[in-house]
């Protein structure tokens, strides 16, 4: 359209850089919850050093979301071939994910109302599964993606998905799946050491620092599978990146180090995975060494660098189908339409600097540490 200032391709690069954003966003700042919610049993083994971790992340676990739903949002607007796909195909994931982040709500405001140790270490429990399967889903799914899923268009772009939720847990996807939960534990662990104190932050710090080598071992071994075992997608013949969404306009074939090709056509991807090598390796150095800010920031620079990785990997596919790979989803081919990515666009510059600018008055206000002291101190705390 010619009263719109910016070409479609760019305006479909824009968006697939927004989205990414949008899930690193969710995944440094959710993530931190969903990491204290993983070591909360482990890292509190008293019902006063519970307490305190619930009020770690209690007055601010909300405001997190909010980079999730933006996140679902952009797919269902920007591409909404993908949202149908990934919704539909993946239904059970998803309900899995959120009845587990329904529990964290429940726990908070359940755990304390009985002053019973059965009744309390049920939601102790129940705050450890909130975190740990929406962390090894969002990993497992994300596996699946370099794997391919079940699904074709027909002649009238009508989705068919052939697959059931155990079909999604093969090797490598529960592989990618502990790559998540590990590098979320690591980000937990460098909030709960920042803000506590005594052996409930020497608990994190260890705990940290075992997560956060273990995210190396196992993003490495992830990496070298999906680009020197795995089979890849290419596509072979495409639409014009102008041209209007149509994922069956293109041709598609599967082929061994497919992978790789965006690595050899592109070699400044690799500063990617390096990102979240180092990252950890900052992070794990400043958990030993008391650096609360500094092994935050590398845990935080790891996520950015594991999901850039995936991401960039991918490029430019969003969703390939196993079963039919001309059915494959991409990014020149399901997208809104231009009109639809301007407008969006509009809006997203004007309201995303609220949410960060909020977010950031938000941590402002709750920073410092949490205590038992500090507890007793607000008649408010869980």
Do not use: C, H
């Not at 949008?22 to 008293?46: N, Q």
């Not at 997608?233 to 598609?252: C, D, E, H, M």
Request: proline share 6%.
């Amino acid at each position: 359209m010619s009263f719109i200032p910016l070409d479609y391709e760019v305006l479909r690069l824009i968006w697939w850089l927004l989205l990414g954003i949008l899930l690193i966003g969710f995944a440094i700042m959710g993530g931190r919850d969903l990491g204290v919610g993983m070591l909360y049993p482990f890292v509190g083994r008293t019902d006063e050093e519970r307490r305190v971790l619930l009020n770690l992340v209690g007055p601010t676990w909300e405001g997190n979301q909010v980079w999730l739903i933006l996140g679902g949002g952009a797919i269902f607007a920007a591409f909404p071939p993908l949202y149908a796909v990934s919704f539909s195909g993946f239904y059970i994931a998803m309900i899995a994910i959120l009845l587990a982040l329904i529990l964290r709500p429940v726990g908070f405001k359940y755990r304390g109302k009985i002053a019973d140790p059965r009744w309390r270490a049920t939601w102790d429990w129940a705050l450890f599964v909130g975190g740990f399967v929406p962390s090894l889903v969002f990993g497992v799914a994300v596996g699946n993606l370099f794997l391919g899923a079940p699904f074709r268009f027909d002649e009238t772009l009508r989705v068919t998905y052939e697959g059931n939720f155990f079909g999604l847990l093969t090797p490598f996807a529960l592989l990618a799946g502990l790559v998540s939960v590990t590098m979320l534990v690591t980000q937990g662990a460098t909030v709960i050491a920042g803000r506590t104190a005594g052996d409930m932050a020497d608990r994190a710090r260890r705990y940290g620092r075992w997560a956060a080598l273990a995210t190396i071992v196992l993003f490495a071994l992830g990496g070298l599978v999906a680009l020197f075992v795995l089979s890849g997608y290419k596509i072979t013949s495409a639409q014009t990146p102008l041209a209007p969404s149509n994922p069956l306009g293109k041709t598609v074939v599967i082929e061994p180090g497919a992978w790789r090709a965006n690595y050899e056509l592109m070699p400044w991807m690799i500063a990617a995975p390096v990102i979240a090598v180092l990252g950890s390796l900052v992070a794990w150095w400043g958990l030993g060494a008391r650096r609360g800010i500094i092994s935050l920031f590398g845990s935080s620079a790891a996520i950015f660098g594991i999901i850039a990785t995936a991401g960039l990997t991918l490029f430019p596919f969003f969703m390939p189908s196993s079963i039919d790979p001309v059915s494959s989803l991409t990014l020149w081919d399901a997208s809104s339409s231009q009109l639809t990515l301007f407008t969006m666009l509009i809006a997203t510059a004007v309201f995303l600097p609220i949410v960060i600018v909020y977010t950031a008055w938000v941590f402002r206000v709750m920073r410092g540490p949490v205590t038992t002291q500090s507890l007793g101190k607000n008649p408010n705390a869980y």
